[in-house]
């Protein structure tokens, strides 16, 4: 029968009689430490955990926090006095953090029938949706609103051969997007081969996507093969289609309406069964009305429309993205780190993660490589300079502060939608409004959300 591990956090008196109560149940009891001392794959086996508050001051359940942030995969049973329960700070800790808790002295039957039921529901697999959740979709990672109707978009385009356009800020995941609606899609055992329009130099985009035959112009020593035909029978995703040159938009253009090319120094047409998703960091709209792309190949590639949401608009997503990366870089750590600490925690929760993605797997790989701490600080995350310096705040200095957050991220949830953003906040729209113009006036810097979002009144629900 398997060794069932379970990790113990008590003051030495009592973890000995905790311990021996365990033990006798048929369970391996470790302290802290020895759980540390483990191996990877032996701490992959512990699933359940045991604390026992003492005083139940703030220092301690800030320790406690720290420890169960650590092992995001464990639940936790808390044994109490029956007088901490008067206190709030413990009883917010014990709804928030923990599975089931005790009060002492131990009623040893259903303790123990508790402590198993924990461990069944940190074993429970998931599937289907709650996996698409957690995991992602095709490797992307994320359960926030806006991710999960992205999840939704990808099935419904993966499920046609429509040419699809996917918009999006710089690091947001548009490639994994891409390569998520090819692999739900019929073409999945075809070709996937991924284009930078930016990276190429100009004047080989041309062989790039199209190749050449031997001898058609200097250096062309052999017979090259374009990644559009390469593609042919899958997917080819072009990303940064907004920096294509005109005079190749133009080509691309009669290749999708034709779905044939011809080798650069051929005149032999090939026919193509490719589909194509493109890609593009600015608003190519903007472009074609500035003429820097052309309106027809723009809405021969814009059949299908996603958007992948910035982070600033995911925040529910942060914490479970950094500790995704942190457990996928602990390989190449020495071994130190353990998990972030509850202060990193909160300054990742508040940054505006301008680099979205791509700069929190910088950030948590740089932490995670680089620290000596046990907990990630903000300074191991390059984040130090966004930790409160600030001094003693009034009771209406804090309060317009929290009033002002609070509004600031309703309204980017709801993408500036005041009508949805006040349901959100369970108020009315004239209360919102007054609300806005108050946090505007009080001494709080204003948000650039909030007079965008005045600005547009008369067009709201």
């Not at 814009?302 to 992948?308: E, F, G, I, M």
């Not at 209406?396 to 005041?418: G, P, Y």
Request: hydrophobic residues 45%; charged residues 25%; aromatic residues 6%.
């Amino acid at each position: 029968m398997a060794e069932r591990y379970v990790i113990v956090y008590a003051a030495a008196p009592w973890r000995m009689q905790i311990n021996g109560l365990l033990a006798d149940a048929g369970w391996q009891p470790l302290a802290v430490g020895e759980f540390a001392a483990l191996s990877c794959e032996r701490r992959q086996e512990v699933r359940v955990g045991v604390v026992r508050l003492g005083r139940g001051d703030e220092t301690e359940v800030n320790a406690l926090d720290e420890l169960m942030a650590s092992r995001p995969e464990v639940e936790w049973v808390a044994l109490v006095p029956a007088a901490a329960l008067s206190n709030s700070v413990v009883c917010r800790f014990l709804r928030h953090s923990c599975f089931d808790f005790y009060t002492l002295p131990i009623d040893t039957t259903h303790f123990l029938a508790t402590l198993g039921h924990a461990e069944g529901k940190a074993r429970l697999p998931t599937g289907g949706t709650a996996d698409c959740e957690a995991a992602g979709c095709c490797g992307m990672i994320g359960r926030s609103p806006a991710m999960l109707d992205l999840y939704r978009d990808i099935g419904k385009a993966s499920g046609v051969d429509a040419p699809v356009m996917i918009s999006g800020e710089s690091g947001t995941g548009k490639e994994l997007v891409a390569r998520a609606i090819h692999r739900l899609s019929p073409r999945r055992d075809g070709p996937f081969i991924a284009v930078n329009c930016a990276a190429l130099p100009a004047h080989l985009i041309q062989a790039e996507l199209f190749g050449h035959e031997k001898g058609a112009f200097t250096g062309a020593y052999q017979r090259k093969i374009g990644r559009l035909e390469a593609a042919s029978g899958g997917t080819i995703f072009l990303d940064e289609i907004g920096d294509l040159p005109l005079e190749l938009q133009v080509t691309l253009l009669h290749v999708l309406q034709d779905k044939v090319i011809e080798r650069l120094g051929s005149n032999r047409e090939i026919r193509l069964d490719v589909r194509v998703i493109a890609a593009s960091h600015v608003e190519l709209e903007q472009a074609v009305a500035d003429g820097h792309f052309r309106a027809d190949l723009y809405y021969r590639i814009n059949v299908l429309r996603l958007r992948t949401p910035p982070l600033r608009e995911r925040e529910e997503d942060v914490e479970l993205l950094a500790r995704a990366y942190f457990e996928r870089f602990l390989p190449e750590s020495r071994g130190v780190a353990r998990g972030f600490s509850r202060q990193a925690m909160t300054v990742m929760a508040n940054y505006e993660w301008p680099g979205n993605v791509r700069e929190l797997i910088n950030r948590v790989r740089q932490a995670v490589v680089l620290s000596e701490n046990r907990l990630l600080t903000p300074r191991d995350l390059g984040l130090e300079k966004r930790v409160s310096s600030d001094g003693f705040l009034t009771l209406v200095e804090a309060r317009s502060r929290a009033e002002h957050e609070t509004i600031r991220r309703a309204l980017r949830r709801n993408q500036n939608n005041v009508a949805a953003a006040a349901r959100q906040l369970g108020v009315s729209r004239a209360t919102l409004y007054r609300m806005l113009e108050r946090v505007s006036h009080i001494g709080v810097m204003p948000h650039p959300d909030f007079g965008h979002a005045v600005s547009f009144q008369a067009t709201l629900e």
